[in-house]
């Protein structure tokens, strides 16, 4: 797999990272070569193993229906950058 | 009933148009706390007061499942008859709005909880199976608020948690009567179930609908869009066919239809494109890492379909069977769990056919006047069924049964009581009829004297003289019988 300029920008835009235009040529370097260091894994056949997604061989752990949490609406809203007290207060966004 | 035949198309000027629907339902599992968090599902509450550091997406929170929302997805799953899968993973679906604080949803991916299921629907032509492609469990987003400022939006993470059953169908809808009746029986399955409360007023019940259009006998699906977040039938129904209407122009005048998501304007009654294409559906998913596979017991599957209540196609099957019923009657009354235990508690105590006769009829007609839910019924079951008993047994009249029924509506009285006070017991002894009849003809030497010489239209004119003089107590049926013998006499 390789990288051009115009995937970078996507990949960061999705991210919500702002990339300077004159940082994208050495960002698309970087990001390849690490790529290509990754993609030597490919040399492996891997056509009959599962992808693992976790080391732990354990299951889910679960808790009952109960309700234990919420009531702190003070807290939840203490970090926001803007907030009235009973809401989160976000520029319009409206499709 | 007699069966028509399917006939939903679009007509253009080339030909028939096909349309083509699947469904992404979104059904709130019914639990007191949310998917990965404490806090509370209550529907209501003040703005962010049912809201953990979790659900606000607090750095270093753990999310941890709560069993009860598995056990409702598997009990769902068994009620679609879908295969209930023992491992099934959880992923993060990314994208940045402002009510998704974690910046990702927690949903499932390419293991999903439930696979393949299928759905039975009864259409005027015939049974119709819709397949089940699957069913996932996730969190739902919080609720942006636009119109409380003109230049912010307000952001309620109440809802930011709670668990969804995502229940995908197949491309296997072909009209909006289909929707119609494929909504209303995913929502009577649940409701049977417990796992849903299907009470799309708050949200509880909503889709995304992709549509597609395609020529008649086409084998090929269209191009398909998909209409968001719609949260009534009547919406889903509208948006269905503004939409195959706009792509059957589209296609009609040579152009492309765009794979693209569309929001539904309730106010102009159309849809209209909704994101950018390019960055729709480019949700990089991948394992959540802080969620390990969910594996499912055997045993706890099979305990769970043990539990299981009766569900509305075998109940109807039971009601054709033991009360007689045809299958529009028993349709109807398993509709709702809560409709088909009222038929059963009146139906047990009074007469089968009579009972269902009278609750699709008058019960429905008031409840529906009053707009209430049976639940609510003015009128008990216990009493519904003296009134069937009363009728059933010529004690009252039909007319005089519909007169009882007004006032037990408004007074909720026993029907016993009402007959009693009131002096509204039919009049069934034939002899006292007789003499009431004798009365009214020899009061009336003319007309008999008309009707014998073929004027028989004037029986009815006997039969309401009878009726007035008895203040409408008089058994019709009686009434009938000795007046002819006596106009003949």
Redesign the interface.
Known sequence: MSLDKEKIKHVAKLARISVDDAKVESLTKDLNSIFKFIEQLNELNTDKVEPLTSILNQSLRSRKDEISDGKIREKVLKNSPKENEEFFVVPKVVE | MSKEKFDYFIKGEKGKYEVVIGLEVHAQVL???KLF????TKFGA?????????D?AFPGMLP???????KQAVRTGLGLNAKINNYS?FDRK?Y???DLPQGYQISQYKNPIVGEGKVLLDMPYGSKEIGIERLHLEQDAGK???D??P???????NRSGIALMEIVSKPDLRSPDEVNAYIKKLRSIMRYLGTCDGNMQEGSLRADVNVSVRKEGDKNFGTRCEIKNVNSIKFMQMAIEYEAARQVELIENGKEIDQETR?FDTKKNETRS??SK??AH?Y?YF?D?D?????LEQKLIDDLKKSLPELPDKKKERFIKEYELNAYEANVLVSEKEISDYYEEVAKFSDKKLAATWMMGDLFAMLNDKGLDISKSPISAKHFAELIKSIKSGEISGRIAKEVFEIMVESGDNPKKIIESKGMKQQSDPKELEKMINEILSKNKDKVDQYKAGKEKLFGFFVGQVMKLSGGKANPQLTNEILKKLLKG
């Open positions: 639990s007191k706390s968090s404490g806090s509370s003040d703005p962010n007061n049912q809201v953990s550091l979790i606000s941890v499942i709560n069993e009860e929302c598995v993973v990314n940045f709005y402002a942006s608020i636009h409380m400022d230049s912010n939006t307000y952001v309620d993470l929001l909704m994101r390019e960055d480019d990089r394992p890492p969620l390990l596979p969910l594996k």
